[in-house]
């Protein structure tokens, strides 16, 4: 299966705060809000919704096509993807402005705040596109600017190429109207609990009038694992998979996502497809960065074995 994966490609710049933002933050005066947190650790990684999910998919033995856009800074970051074999074939330049960046905060109850610049993804390449449509058998679109989300999904319907939608922090940009189309041209939507309930909310539907439109909804919820519910009646929980350690949950959820989906086209059913979701996200956690882990194939098995009871070829 030939994956394609439209979204972003992101210079992740990750803080860790010692402390709660909850302690910082005077409920009485969020009007005139002005804080400071101090992080106790910085460090710059190559990031973006797309390029973390096909991260995960390389260290799978998957082939992403990956569509998307860097700026005038974005050499070091192509040469990131090529060393660790990911095609930039279909990756535009804006050689006007900066890549996207993102400054991430992560605080001791593992709560985020981000602050982000689109920078060039607002003007990823049409052709680019085009080019990679033909050889896609699957298609993730994942958050970008609305209007390039749009497109992207109008071509995917035209090729008859099914979608997971995966609108992320985008969620909030959308009309209801819009929302409702994106989820019932999708084969998949996934999102995290809190992204589902937005997206309930903007649509006004129920969860299970949702799931009708989903065909297959996949949330995902932290320690607790995932859960899949299909619009024939069929409902999955999964456990999480324990990381040996605690380093940082940035780029867990995109880790989840491209296990999930390489078992998906390797025909596993969706149970083994979220239990490898949950390996790969592991992985991620036990990392400082969104693409810093490694694990081979035999690693990889051994661990779902030992979560899971079951075995596992890949």
């Known amino acids: 299966m030939s994956f394609l994966i439209s979204g972003s490609l992101v210079h992740d ?21 002005n804080v400071c947190f101090v992080a106790h650790r910085l460090q710059r ?14 260290m799978l033995g998957g082939e992403p096509l990956l569509v998307s856009a860097l700026g005038k800074d974005g050499e070091p970051y192509r040469d990131h993807l090529k060393r ?55 298609a993730l679109l994942s958050p970008n600017p609305k209007p390039i989300m749009i497109k992207h999904a109008r071509r995917f319907a ?3 190429i099914p979608m997971i939608f995966d609108a992320g922090q985008q969620i909030t940009t959308f009309d209801p109207e ?45 320690s607790e694992g995932s ?6 009646g069929e409902e999955i929980q999964v456990r999480s998979c324990p990381p040996k ?7 867990a959820g ?9 078992g998906y086209g390797r025909g596993h059913d969706l149970k083994t497809c979220a239990q490898m979701g949950s390996v790969s996200a592991s992985y991620a956690i036990e990392t400082y960065g969104t693409q810093e882990y490694r694990f081979t194939p035999e690693e990889f098995c051994e661990r779902y074995q030992t979560a899971y009871g079951e075995e596992l070829e890949i």
């Open 227 to 232: 859960r899949i519910q299909t619009s024939g």
């Open 158 to 160: 035209e090729k008859q």
């Open 45 to 58: 990684s190559w990031g973006g919704t797309a390029g973390n999910i096909a991260y995960a998919v390389k």
């Open 84 to 138: 660790v074999g990911i095609s930039t074939e279909y990756i535009s330049t804006d050689t006007t402005q900066l890549s996207a960046s993102a400054h991430i905060i992560t605080d001791a109850d593992d709560n985020q705040i981000t602050g982000f610049f689109g920078g060039p993804l607002a003007s990823i390449d049409d052709q680019d596109l085009e080019r990679a449509l033909p050889l896609a058998t699957l």
């Open 178 to 222: 819009e929302l409702w189309g994106m989820i019932d041209r999708s084969a998949f939507v996934i999102g995290n609990d809190y992204e589902v309930k937005l997206m309930q909310e903007k649509t006004g539907w129920t969860i299970d009038a949702f799931v009708a439109h989903a065909k297959t909804l996949i949330t995902t919820l932290g």
């Open 254 to 262: 995109d880790a989840f996502r491209g296990g999930f989906f390489v």
């Open 13 to 33: 710049y990750i803080m860790d705060f010692p402390d709660r933002f909850k302690d910082h933050i005077l409920a009485d005066q969020i009007h005139i809000l």
């Open 245 to 251: 350690s605690l380093e940082d949950p940035t780029g």
